[in-house]
């Protein structure tokens, strides 16, 4: 079976700071990993996503997330926080893309 | 990628009514799930919308609660039947293909509310 864990539900940051939000993974075969942003009143849109090619992932708006198999782990990190980055974030596993297993989401707030 | 449509995008209703969520998508995808979101809480899926023939549904979801259609590839409904205040979630369509480039699309979600 497949879960993704993230650690800590709330995250806040100054603008401007490194932006890191951790996920772990359970999964029995080489997994499907997924970052995606929820904007308020949004649906999910897709940051990145790792699928065992590179183990380090660029996205959209400046993020990337590295794949590290010995930690089971896919954290996500951005250099320099903006205000536009205020949102949930949702790490998702999937085992051959046809599941896909959601975290329970970190919001993040930047603080001018 | 796909770009998926929801309606309606937000409703209030009454206790022991229904109602039906629309989803469409702008592209063929082989995979369409029901997603339900309640406030300040992670993405639960409800069933997989499985074309021309029942859906598959997940742990704690039951068919005559939540009817789901997929009658196209493009195209699947979601019913909340017989709504009770513990109902009030937003509901979430996602689309997508399987396999190794396999990504999930999500709609913008409808957000009801069940007085």
């Known amino acids: 079976a497949q879960s993704v864990t993230q650690l800590g539900s709330h995250v806040s940051v100054s603008e401007g700071a490194l932006v890191l939000l951790r996920c772990n993974y359970s999964?029995?075969?080489?997994?499907?990993l997924f970052w995606y942003v929820q904007y308020p009143n949004q649906g999910l849109q897709l940051l990145l996503k790792y699928t065992s090619a590179a183990t380090l992932v660029k996205g959209i708006n400046g993020f990337e997330a590295e794949f590290k198999k010995s930690e089971t782990s896919f954290h996500l990190t951005k250099p320099s926080a903006h205000m536009s980055d205020a949102a949930e974030y949702f790490c998702a596993v999937s085992d051959s893309g046809n599941q896909f297993y959601f975290g329970t989401g970190t919001s993040l707030t930047v603080i001018p | 990628s796909a770009v998926i449509s929801q309606k309606p995008s937000r409703d209030i209703c009454q206790r022991g009514t229904s109602l039906t969520i629309q989803c469409q998508v702008d592209s063929q995808v082989t995979m369409m799930f029901w997603y339900r979101q309640q406030p300040g809480q992670s993405l639960t899926l409800i069933a997989t919308?499985?074309?021309?023939?029942?859906?598959?549904?997940e742990s704690g979801f039951v068919i005559d609660k939540f009817p789901i259609s997929r009658p196209n590839l493009t195209f699947s409904t979601l019913t909340v039947s017989n709504m009770s205040p513990e109902d009030s979630s937003i509901y979430l369509c996602s689309g997508g293909t399987s396999g190794v480039l396999g990504e999930l699309f999500f709609g913008e979600g409808s957000r009801l509310t069940v007085l």
């Open positions: 919308a499985n074309q021309g023939s029942e859906a598959t549904y």
């Open positions: 999964s029995s075969v080489p997994p499907y």
